[in-house]
């Protein structure tokens, strides 16, 4: 009987009156953000994320450090923020070695199927090309294209490999 007044106690406690029907979570929309592009506007030949913009003709390793051997039609792909202003630019070398075995080479620069500049270089050495880029050459939030493409390779007579030229950096930049 000493335990009849803690138990009615106890059973007391226990009733709550909680709802049976709850209602439902705030329903949101769900946000709608573009799936980033991994394509940058311009890449260095050393950066991690540089062989997702190579299509043809470029080395698949880093060399020095800093560059990669580019070969008869080197191809990049890029994504550019704007179609306003946009230069294409790229630092590349003309190796001495190569140019003794083949003679002056010509390179010609096209965007997306536009030929946007032909040189030849006789001499070796770091260079560094830049030139506005047509508007209506580019396509916003889609690949856009650029060959660089030399009219004669040097290839290594050990083991065959095309050489053109060494390509640092390369890609669009505003003016």
Same mark, same amino acid.
């Given at each position: 009987?000493?335990? =009849? ?6 059973? &007391?406690?226990?009733?709550? !009156?909680?709802? %049976?029907?709850? $209602? +439902? ?5 769900? =946000? ?6 991994? &394509?940058?506007?311009?890449? !260095?030949?050393? %950066?991690?994320? $540089? +062989? ?13 450090? &800093? ?109």
């Amino acid at each position: 009987m000493r335990f =009849l007044p803690s138990l009615l106690a106890l059973l &007391l406690c226990g009733c709550v !009156n909680i709802p %049976d029907v709850y $209602a +439902p979570p705030q329903q949101r929309k769900p =946000l709608s953000v573009e799936d980033p592009s991994p &394509l940058k506007s311009f890449i !260095n030949m050393n %950066d991690m994320a $540089a +062989p997702t913009h190579f299509v043809r003709d470029i080395a698949p390793t880093v060399e020095g450090g &800093l560059w990669r051997w580019a070969r008869k039609s080197p191809t990049l792909m890029f994504s550019v923020p704007t179609t306003k202003s946009m230069k294409f630019a790229m630092d590349f070398t003309i190796s001495g070695h190569t140019l003794k075995e083949t003679g002056p080479i010509t390179m010609t620069i096209t965007i997306n199927g536009h030929e946007l500049d032909k040189t030849t270089y006789s001499t070796e050495g770091d260079r560094h090309f830049e030139k506005p880029v047509p508007e209506d050459w580019l396509h916003l939030k889609q690949e856009n294209l650029v060959t660089m493409e030399v009219d004669k390779v040097y290839v290594a007579p050990a083991d065959q490999v095309v050489l053109g030229f060494v390509l640092t950096r390369a890609g669009f930049i505003q003016q």
